[in-house]
């Protein structure tokens, strides 16, 4: 089982950041929370440190931990450890592996088309808020 730390990146308008997976990739074009997979002697709070520096160029702080999903797709098993995080400064944020990357508000997250461990996460936010 793959082990993926996954950040809830909120704004200062309380909108959530998205990305959209790139063509060539599995589950491509879909949208997702930033982050990644753990590397072997990293903590999950590193690796989603590491994940968000390689993914937008930016340094985030993890905060609370939120939940915890496990879904099996046909390319692996995969727990996604999710947390709350904030970007130090999204103004100089880029996409370095995603198409595209948006500011959504949780009552629009369904207007996107999400992975289903995704759509557990957006399950709890909606909860949650």
């Known amino acids: 089982m793959k082990i993926v730390g996954t950040a809830i990146i909120f704004n ?4 959530i950041l998205i990305g959209q997976r790139p ?3 599995d589950l491509a074009g879909l949208w997702e929370f930033p ?3 753990k590397e072997e002697g990293e903590t999950i709070k590193e690796c989603i440190v590491r994940e968000i520096r390689e993914e937008l160029d930016v340094e985030c702080e993890v905060g609370e931990f939120l939940l915890e999903v496990v879904k099996e797709y046909k390319h692996g098993e ?3 450890e999710v947390y709350k995080s904030r970007i130090k400064d999204a103004s100089s944020m880029k996409a370095l592996v995603h198409q595209d990357l948006k500011w959504v508000s949780i009552a629009k997250l369904d207007n996107y088309e999400f992975p289903p461990a995704d ?7 909606k909860e949650k808020n």
């Open 23 to 25: 063509e060539g990739k």
């Open 35 to 37: 982050g990644g997979k």
């Open 119 to 125: 759509i557990d996460i957006i399950k709890y936010l």
């Open 78 to 80: 995969f727990k996604l």
């Open 12 to 15: 200062e308008k309380n909108e």
